[in-house]
């Protein structure tokens, strides 16, 4: 056996053709050949269906039959295997220029004229089939690409989150140092974007990015961040000021999960009716994923025991979120956050801190 013969002994091949006769030429020529996966009909209805079930590497297709003719045969096929390379090669008995042209149109690769030739057969069909296995190396090699590039991208992806939420929780970790209140804030968050209808892809991002929304923490001296008791004026202003330093150390991006940390460590603090800071924003000039962070971490935080201040009871942090409506927060995000409360209990649960 040649090294053709080798390489493509074991290619799917489909003989059609109505003529018995004629099929059974093909038959032994394709054998004698060393070709081992040959299949055949008589009946050009079943060629789409045989198609479909083996994907075959080259299909050796006659004109005139009855029921479907070759050119319509060729129709079906293109119709399902447009992201395909599909071999055929026309056995007709017709050589005008007419037939010719219609069957090129119609996806035909090659001619073999009837009464054909053993060699001419044979070697048409190897270079088909040289041609339709370029193809194949080439799409697979493309997907092994894409498979690559999506793996790589995912690493790039879950490096960032990784990086996102270690710096979110190294904010926390300054009155906080198990930096639980980060997760269940994150995840409470999720479930209120959920009930808000803001969707899965973008509960997702709130989900990443509200970790960093106390990263500017880390730029607050440890006597004023866990003073206990009530912030002098002075005190206060410099509190206020980890807003800023947060979106500073994120940095103003233009889109994408960072985007959104950005924007939720400088709007948090604002307050529905415009009392907050730092910019003193009012009611929907809040973006919402902001509008969401400042609910949850409010809740969770007055919820949290920390150095400077006891934990409250749930029954009294829900009261103040209600009561809040309209002034520190939006109505209906403390309607969101009602309805996820249930799912926002069994996160607190869940992600305590250790006692």
Not at 62 to 73: A, E, H, N, R, S
Not at 218 to 232: N, Q, R, T, V
Not at 332 to 354: C, Q, T, W
Request: charged share 30%; net charge negative.
């Amino acid at each position: 056996m040649t090294e053709r013969q080798e390489r493509y002994k074991d290619a799917l091949i489909l003989i059609v053709d109505d003529n018995p006769t004629n099929v059974k030429l093909l038959e032994m020529t394709l054998e004698v050949d060393g070709f081992q996966n040959v299949q055949s009909t008589t009946d050009p209805r079943a060629v789409l269906g045989l198609q479909q079930k083996n994907k075959f590497d080259l299909i050796l297709l006659d004109i005139q039959m009855p029921y479907l003719d070759g050119f319509q045969v060729m129709d079906q096929l293109r119709n399902v295997q447009e992201d395909d390379y599909l071999s055929v090669l026309v056995l007709t008995a017709q050589q005008d220029m007419e037939t010719r042209l219609r069957a090129l149109e119609c996806g035909a690769k090659d001619f073999v004229t009837k009464p054909f030739d053993r060699a001419e057969v044979i070697n048409r069909i190897h270079n088909m089939l040289e041609i339709r296995y370029l193809y194949k190396e080439r799409k697979r090699q493309a997907e092994m690409l894409e498979i690559k590039v999506k793996e790589r991208t995912q690493q790039l992806e879950d490096t960032r989150l990784e990086l996102i939420q270690r710096l979110g929780r190294a904010g926390e970790y300054r009155d906080n140092e198990t930096g639980m209140h980060v997760i269940r804030m994150s995840k409470s968050c999720y479930c209120v974007a959920l009930q808000a209808g803001l969707g899965e892809e973008m509960a997702e991002q709130i989900l990443q990015a509200s970790p960093m929304h106390d990263v500017g923490k880390i730029g607050i001296s440890d006597d004023i961040l866990l003073k206990p008791g009530k912030f002098e004026p002075d005190e206060w202003e410099i509190m206020k000021g980890h807003s800023l330093i947060g979106a500073d150390i994120i940095g103003d991006h233009d889109h994408g999960i960072m985007k959104m940390a950005y924007v939720i460590a400088l709007t948090h603090h604002e307050k529905w009716d415009g009392s907050g800071y730092p910019n003193g924003l009012k009611g929907d000039e809040i973006p919402i994923e902001g509008q969401i962070t400042s609910v949850c971490d409010v809740f969770d935080a007055l919820t949290s025991a920390r150095p400077y201040k006891k934990a409250w009871s749930v029954e009294k942090a829900v009261e103040f979120i209600n009561d809040g409506v309209g002034s520190q927060f939006s109505p209906d995000i403390v309607g969101y956050f009602n309805d996820a409360l249930d799912e926002i209990l069994e996160i607190r649960k869940a992600h305590a801190d250790p006692k």
